[in-house]
């Protein structure tokens, strides 16, 4: 029996779908081992996150406040995550396998002595978990030899925790031995958008090198993709030639997405982006090459000039309204 | 400014990559391997703050097979000074990696470790971080900039996270990852390559480390992943939109 406790990241206070993957796929472990699921969060002026978060059927909730933590940085949020998990006995760790997560997780694995797994897309039955790895294209089938586990979890593949109950709040005062923290935050430059994220949207429209320049991504793609009202992302050669901001990257190295609808346009469909992109449910190619590998995967391919296809194809979705 | 940077040896990018049917790991008949194209961009970086500053010392590490001296003699010949192979065999967990690692740290005390953010075979994603844990270090984990401070007692690194760029200052000594943005690596000229086979290529085997290597993470298996079936062409835009409406009813 091992208690779970859930790292519930935030980003600028609000809870993004990650965190409440994190939540579900906490509780499945929990219930797995028959311990209790507990929630953490940190930061400063967090008490309105941690009441929301006590709605999701977790046992209790633990609201860790600290200046330190007021950014997310690594070590200190290390430090506090792990004293929390030793203080509360809670022997595995939970959390997304978002860009905090990644750069958190496994330094709380060395903290407590513990195994890692990290972005795994399945847990069994029998205490094994899996995991992608080579881009997908092998399923490792793991298990965590050690009494301590950290997990991160693949925010597309586990659903998120349903509202249920309410919780116990518990105010916890950190643990951070400030002298020993090495990493300041300075500043975000945040890429604004006023589109659904990329790891949330039902329909993901995603443009690639095809596209030949960031104007293109604005007067062909972007009304397609609002009409639609999806989030847009991008092939890595859309991103490395300057056309979009990197935080649009689908694939491997970049964020892996599940929509209702993915459309590839201008995308040659390369291992590394399939990695991202070949767990929607249903995926639609544009693409002038009928060569191209991504209509090995696609469901609906249609071999055209994608000039010429995508502002036909806004023009036929505005009409089905 | 000494920096040490990890090469892993892993399969082309490129390469079709195929499970084994005894569900043992994959096929490597005929596979060519390359390094770590994270750890190539590491490496091209610790060179370019070299040639800026001048008087640094570039020092290769890799854990692997013997035959990880091709990736290492790659990475000499695009101008690395020296390097440094631990000897292990078959695979060893991310925990062992960054353990070995850290010894070579207390042996070589480095002023910057550069990595690669992620191995592209395991994908984990996970040893810079569980290293600078180890050492009590900073981390600029997804790097696509580093700045040094004038005195280079810190480092502004930009970082590529979920929604944006963030800055966050590491006090040196640091581990630093690489993101695909960072620079593009330069391939080695032939006088690179010339020079690189005279370069040291020290072979330390992992047992004389003296490191844990108990096993953390088991693998029981490797299995191909759900195959997806190619579906229909379509002929027209408005056949798609209708297809996609009354069939797939996803819009
Ligand atoms: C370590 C590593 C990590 C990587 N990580 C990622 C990752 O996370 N995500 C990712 O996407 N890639 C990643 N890549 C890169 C990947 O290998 C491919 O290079 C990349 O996905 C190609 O992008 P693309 O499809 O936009 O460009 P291309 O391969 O150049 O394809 C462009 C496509 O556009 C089509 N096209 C051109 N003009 C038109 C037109 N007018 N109408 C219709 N179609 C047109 C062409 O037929 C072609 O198929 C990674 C590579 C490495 C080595
Ligand atoms: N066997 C290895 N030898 C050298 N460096 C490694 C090895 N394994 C991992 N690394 C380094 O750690 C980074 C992250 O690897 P991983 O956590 O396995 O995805 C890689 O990009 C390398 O820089």
């Known amino acids: 029996m091992s208690n779970v406790l859930v790292f519930a990241e935030h980003q600028h206070k609000t809870f993004s779908k990650n965190a409440l993957v994190a939540l579900g796929a906490g509780k499945t472990l929990a219930a797995q081992s028959g311990g209790e699921c507990h929630a953490a969060v940190l930061g400063t002026g967090i008490g309105a996150l941690a009441t929301e978060l006590a709605k999701y059927g977790v046992k209790k909730v633990f609201a860790v406040e600290h200046a330190a933590l007021e950014h997310y940085t690594a070590d200190a949020h290390a430090q506090a995550l792990s004293a929390l998990a030793e203080e509360k006995g809670c022997d595995i760790v939970v959390g997304a396998a978002s860009s905090i997560g990644k750069d958190l997780l496994p330094r709380v694995a060395v903290r407590l002595g513990a195994g890692m797994a990290s972005d795994i897309t399945e847990i069994n039955g029998d205490g094994t978990m899996v995991r992608p790895t080579y881009a997908g294209n092998a399923m490792a089938t793991i298990s965590i030899e050690t009494p301590r586990k950290v997990i991160s979890v693949r925010v597309t593949a586990f659903e998120p925790a349903a509202a249920e109950g309410q919780a116990e709040v518990e105010n916890v005062a950190a643990k951070i031995d400030e002298g020993a923290l090495k990493i300041k935050f300075v500043g975000f430059n945040e890429t604004k958008s006023d589109r659904p994220a990329l790891t949330e949207a039902k329909v993901v429209v995603s443009g690639g090198r095809g596209l030949k320049n960031g104007e293109n991504f604005k007067t062909v793609l972007e009304p397609l993709v609002d009409t639609l009202g999806a989030a847009m992302g991008a092939s890595r050669a859309a991103v490395d030639a300057g056309f979009v901001p990197n935080d649009l990257q689908v694939g491997q190295t970049g964020k892996v997405v599940a929509p209702e609808l993915y459309i590839a346009v201008g995308i040659s469909g390369a291992i590394q982006h399939l990695a991202g992109m070949k767990d929607s449910k249903v995926i639609v190619a544009i693409n002038k090459d009928e060569e191209a590998p991504i209509f090995q995967v696609s469901d609906y391919g249609l071999v055209a000039d994608l000039f010429k296809a995508v502002p036909e194809m806004k023009e036929a979705v505005e009409k089905l309204k | ?251």
């Open chain 2, 1 to 251: 400014m000494k920096i040490l940077v990890a090469a892993k040896r892993v399969p082309d990018p490129n390469a079709t990559i195929k499970v084994r049917p005894d569900g043992t790991g994959i096929v490597t008949d005929n596979l060519k391997f390359v390094v770590n194209p994270f750890c190539e961009i590491a490496i091209e970086e610790a060179l370019r703050i070299k040639e800026k500053q001048g008087g640094a010392e570039v020092v290769l590490v890799s854990i692997g097979d013997k035959v990880a001296q091709e990736q290492l003699r790659t990475g000499l010949a695009m101008g690395a000074d020296r390097a440094i192979l631990v000897l292990a065999e078959g695979n060893v967990e991310p925990i062992a990696v960054a353990r070995a690692i850290e010894k070579l740290v207390a042996q070589e005390n480095p002023d910057l470790v550069l990595m690669g953010k992620q191995a592209i075979d395991d994908d984990s994603n996970v040893v810079g971080q569980m290293l600078a844990e180890m050492l009590g270090w900073g981390q600029g984990t997804f790097a696509s900039e580093i700045k040094f401070a004038g005195d280079k007692g810190s480092a502004v690194v930009t970082r590529e996270v979920d929604g944006g760029l963030e800055d966050v200052e590491v006090k040196l000594p640091a581990i630093i990852t690489a993101d695909l943005r960072l620079n593009e690596p330069r391939y080695a000229s032939l006088p690179g390559i010339m020079k690189a086979r005279k370069k040291e290529l020290k072979e330390i085997p992992i047992a004389d480390l003296g490191i844990d290597q108990g096993v953390q993470v088991k693998t029981h298996k490797i299995s191909p992943p759900p195959a997806r079936q190619a579906g229909k062409r379509v002929e027209t835009v408005q056949q798609l939109v209708d297809l996609l409406h009354t069939e797939a009813k996803v819009i």
